[in-house]
């Protein structure tokens, strides 16, 4: 009898597991076809490092060194790209996508079985064995199928999200299986422990955003546990108190010690069009968005870009700051009043609030993305799951059975609808045009989704003039450029689509750039702008006034905080079509000095000392580049150095002053 019912039992649990990965995959196969997207582009398309023609500790230390999106390149990340490059072939977003769809899937059965155990250490009168699993495979079916998850999982540079995540879930679910054997008795200290410094720093190598499992663990503790090694044992373990006040105090006060004082630096915020202080205004309203975008989720606010945020310049401007500060203190005092009564409404809050705290404080990030709430959802799922749980067991207990499919009812309700939704989109994505079209519609004050469209259009025109796709771009990217808040990056896509085509180029764009830049702090797109632009016309792709786009560069590197991407670009615009080949080292040496630890701009600046004959300091930068050679990741480029250096071979024409 007991052999059939833990077989009965397996079965239950393969069958519910095969469930949630085809409907997953059910709803989100429609969008592999949409190609890459976005950051997409610098992290994967645009980056050879993870681009590998062999596998070899040369080219996976370059792959796993190489992302810019962070100044810990997170390796793991990169090197997955990597692997789905060589194990394709080369750039396959299709098969990319489907890794990101795996990895979604593996992560909702983690959240499965985390369910499940904090739902058997919290049983009620109306909890079994089987209704728990039940609940547990409902609630992680939820969260799988959730919208505002969905860019963590198609947006295919968000593998780093999802797969820092993956380590999160491996540690809790570890930690809490752990600690209920814990606490009947077991021991297991320093395995619980281990499960929460491990995962931490194993998932920090695909996004920073793992290192907040300590805190997650100290929630479970505190509400779950509450420090007590067995159940029937009043007070608590102060091993595990000291234990979270070393795990979260010690990286705090190192972190506040290598960010703090560049915080509190206006040239840290030089590149944002907001402060310190309108951030942390304005996140109160942006979390307050967050929760409602994850329990009833609508297109016009899952819009991906959420450019045209209005933001919080003081508690009255506008009063919802107010209102959205006093609220989160509002649910927050309730989640600590009922910790004791409901203890998993009050983990999934908390769990929520602390998921946000890297993201939504103080960091210099952009206000507002999806994607952030990947592991802040699960908590939300968890509260809502246990409100209407508990629901559930007040309607039996006080003689309402007849009600009490209501919570159920509200259950599958949200969860269809998050489905309808999320299907939606995943189909929107399965085309470059699509999903920029409906992205448009969602965000119609966006500039950025209006910049998308344009840009969607243009590729659709294959620059043939006389396609009808070039009067649309023509139309979304004049709206873009008039929006408010708008980059330079309308107007350069109108002079790349005009200079492609061999049609005169207004001067109102150029006029309207050079305005932006001079008006607005530089960012990272406008420096990409002028790199597409440089490279487009050193390419002869295009057919402009060089002089304008000079002018345009200088106004830019006028400002404060110029990037050292900008000035490396300036510089081989200068070297290849200015022909001013002092300026171009100079930029080359500035770009160096502004970055050190990034070897591609002292390769580029050995290469044009090299040409100049400048043998000593060239040598110099070939030592430098020697010791960043990490893994063998630069053989190649300091092997090419070395053999001009030896001939002292110029790599292009011989400069010259003019």
């Known amino acids: 009898m007991m052999e059939a019912l833990v077989s009965k039992a397996k079965w239950r649990q393969l069958t519910i597991i095969a469930t949630l990965i085809a409907i997953t995959v059910a709803v989100y196969a429609p969008g592999l076809g949409g190609g890459f997207f976005f950051d997409d582009y610098p992290n994967i398309v645009d980056n050879p490092q993870v681009q590998p023609h062999e596998l070899s500790i040369g080219s996976l230390a370059a792959a796993a060194l190489s992302s810019p999106s962070s100044e810990l390149k997170r390796p793991l990340a990169s090197l997955t790209f990597a692997l789905d490059y060589f194990m394709n072939g080369g750039l396959n977003a299709a098969s990319m996508k489907a890794t990101n769809i795996a990895l979604h899937a593996i992560n909702g059965l983690l959240v499965y079985l985390l369910f499940a155990a904090l739902f058997r250490l919290d049983r009620n009168e109306t909890y079994t064995e089987k209704t728990g699993t039940f609940i547990a495979a409902a609630a992680a079916l939820a969260w799988l199928l959730l919208p505002i998850n969905l860019t963590a999982v198609l947006y295919v540079v968000q593998r780093m999200e999802s797969l820092a995540n993956l380590f999160v879930l491996i540690g809790l679910l570890g930690y809490v299986r752990t600690r209920e054997r814990m606490q009947r008795g077991e021991s297991g200290l320093l395995r619980a422990m281990a499960w929460i410094v491990v995962p931490a720093l194993l998932g920090t190598m695909a996004k920073e955003t793992s290192i907040l499992l300590p805190l997650y663990g100290l929630c479970v503790e505190a509400f779950v546990f509450r420090f ?297 797109q406008d420096d990409s702008s002028l790199l597409a632009l440089a490279s487009c016309i050193e390419d002869d792709l295009c057919h402009f006034d060089a002089d304008e786009l000079n002018d345009t560069f200088r106004t830019a590197l006028g400002k404060p905080g110029a990037s050292a991407r900008l000035k490396a670009a300036y510089g081989a615009f200068a070297a290849q079509i200015l022909h001013d080949y002092p300026l171009a080292l100079e930029m080359a040496d500035n770009a160096v000095a502004s970055a050190p630890n990034e070897p591609a701009y002292r390769i580029h600046y050995a290469r044009l000392l090299i040409a100049r004959g400048n043998v000593d300091e060239a040598k110099r930068q070939l030592n430098a580049l020697d010791k960043m050679n990490i893994g063998g990741r630069l053989d190649r480029d300091i092997s090419s150095l070395r053999s001009q250096l030896e001939t002292r071979a110029p790599t292009a024409q011989p400069m010259r002053d003019d």
């Open 228 to 524: 007590q090694w067995r159940q029937d044992l009043p007070g608590k373990d102060r091993r595990l108190v000291w234990f979270y006040a070393l795990s979260l105090g010690l990286p705090f006060l190192l972190g506040m010690a290598w960010i703090g004082p560049g915080l509190l630096d206006a040239r840290t915020w030089g590149t944002r069009d907001f402060t310190l202080q309108t951030r942390l205004l304005s996140e109160a309203r942006v979390v307050i968005n967050y929760i409602g975008w994850i329990l009833v989720p609508t297109p016009d606010h899952l819009s991906f870009y959420h450019d045209d945020f209005t933001q919080s310049t003081g508690w009255l401007s506008p009063p919802s700051t107010l209102f959205c500060t006093v609220g989160l203190i509002v649910i927050v005092s309730m989640l600590w009043w009922i910790r004791k009564k409901a203890p998993l409404i009050c983990l999934g809050g908390f769990w929520f609030f602390a998921c946000h705290t890297l993201t939504g404080t103080v960091l210099p990030l952009e206000l507002i993305y999806e994607h952030r709430n990947y592991f802040a959802s699960i908590g939300i799922v968890l509260a809502v799951t246990e409100v209407l749980q508990i629901a559930f067991a007040w309607l039996s207990r006080n003689g309402y059975s007849g009600l009490r499919t209501v919570p159920l009812a509200i259950g599958v309700a949200l969860t269809g609808w998050a489905a309808a939704l999320s299907a939606q989109t995943a189909q929107a994505w399965g085309t470059p045009l699509s999903l920029a079209e409906e992205l448009a519609a969602r965000g119609p004050t966006s500039p950025r989704a209006q910049y998308e469209l344009g840009r969607a259009y243009i590729i659709a025109s294959h620059y043939k003039p006389d396609s009808p796709y070039v009067a649309k771009a023509g139309e979304a990217l004049e709206r873009a450029a008039a929006l408010p808040g708008s980059s330079i990056l309308p107007e350069q896509a109108l002079v790349f689509l005009y200079g492609r085509m061999d049609l005169p180029v207004r001067q109102s764009w150029w006029t309207s750039m050079r305005d932006k830049l001079s008006r607005r702090p530089v960012t990272v």
